[in-house]
């Protein structure tokens, strides 16, 4: 006899993430693969765009959906599972594409999110998965499951968790309040170097390596030689080929995230040193070296001993939430949709975060200027 099971899912721009959970709460199988998406483009600003040519955004929704429930079939057989329901966790983008709506609104002003309510879809023949809502345009479910649970899980009053992949979505908690804004990152992390198969990881510690030898100024003024050719270096056995157009990307990115999260603290009416603890998750954040964020000036260096990587917070939120115990432990769940019961907490949350307009903002402006160059902070 097959045991019962439910499927959390973490869909990012990058990557699909998948955990099969017990009626007891315990995760019985996980897995990982490639969003098969990325023909469409290597970051969200490409898949808005494309969704608006011929039938590209039914082209995507078909094959996320296809790859989602062949993954939730090959797991279901591997451990002789029957999965009756899930929770889908995803970026704005990545959600609206499941839902098979239009992301026309994603990609101009003023930005509006094509859905903002939990909303169902079926998958496996009809079984109910829950597609969560996040609170804006750009600060997803992704993030605000992610920090409905660390925050949940700390005794700290001022925190912020950073969630980072092709995009940079940060909440802070100040006390009983919550702030969010959203850093625009582009493909550099993830992917500056993908046609080499070198990711983010890689390429920070390449460039932190040039500025430690002095064969790079933190100012980022190139050298002709460095423009013309570039550099090769290696890490940890792996050679990588730096260019100017990487220098830049990563430089912009750095930019953006640190200024965002300055500006963050200070519209919270905080100051660096009352953050008690900074998180870091998302696909890149989980493999970025710290001590190399430092380096390059993406975070502050008071933070450095503050910060807590923390892995796939997505994934790990909807495990949360599916560990409800009116549904799991008390063997309440007999079918259907979710009970709204289950995402109470999770809404109240969410609906809380007052998102900040960093675009057009003096203040970040300056901040973001200010922070083009790869000096320590």
Not at 286 to 304: K, R, Y
Request: aromatic share 6%.
């Amino acid at each position: 006899m097959k045991k019962t099971a439910f499927a959390a899912i973490d869909v990012g721009t990058t990557t699909v993430a998948v955990s099969l959970i017990d009626e007891n709460g315990h995760i019985i199988a996980k897995s990982g693969l490639l969003n098969p998406q990325h023909v469409f483009g290597s970051d969200v600003i490409s898949r808005i765009t494309l969704s608006e040519r011929k039938n590209n955004l039914a082209r995507m929704h078909e094959m996320i959906i296809e790859s989602i429930s062949g993954e939730l079939l090959r797991l279901s057989e591997e451990n002789e599972a029957e999965v009756v329901c899930g929770i889908i966790s995803a970026n704005t983008t990545m959600a609206s594409i499941i839902l098979d709506r239009s992301i026309d609104s994603l990609g101009r002003a003023p930005f509006e999110c094509p859905y903002d309510e939990n909303l169902t879809i079926k998958l496996l023949d009809g079984r109910p998965f829950t597609v969560i809502a996040g609170t804006s345009a750009f600060i997803g479910a992704d993030a605000c499951i992610g920090a409905y649970t660390l925050f949940g899980n700390s005794s700290d009053e001022n925190v912020v968790m950073m969630d980072l992949g092709t995009n940079g979505e940060m909440i802070l908690k100040k006390n009983d309040e919550l702030f969010a804004v959203s850093a625009a990152c582009g493909p550099a992390f993830e992917n500056s170097t993908r046609a080499s198969g070198i990711y983010g990881k890689t390429t920070l510690s390449a460039i932190a390596y040039l500025i430690k030898r002095g064969e790079l100024s933190r100012e980022l003024l190139l050298t002709e030689d460095f423009i013309e050719n570039g550099r090769d270096v290696c890490i940890s056995g792996t050679r990588i080929h730096l260019t100017e157009k990487i220098i830049r990307s990563i430089q912009l990115a750095v930019a953006a995230i640190y200024s965002s999260l300055i500006f963050l603290i200070r519209s919270a009416g905080l100051k660096t040193e009352d953050i008690e603890r900074l998180y870091i998750s998302g696909g890149f954040g989980f493999h970025m070296s710290l001590s190399d964020a430092v380096t390059l000036g993406m975070i502050p260096e008071s933070l450095l001993d503050r910060t807590v990587v923390s892995g796939n917070t997505s994934l790990s939120g909807a495990e949360e939430l599916l560990r409800n115990d009116k549904i799991l432990l008390d063997k309440a769940y007999t079918g259907g949709e979710l009970p709204e019961e289950v995402f109470k907490e999770y809404d109240i949350f969410r609906k809380s975060i007052k998102t900040l307009a960093a675009g057009g903002n003096s203040e970040y402006e300056e901040l973001y200027l200010k922070s083009m160059t790869f000096n320590k902070r």
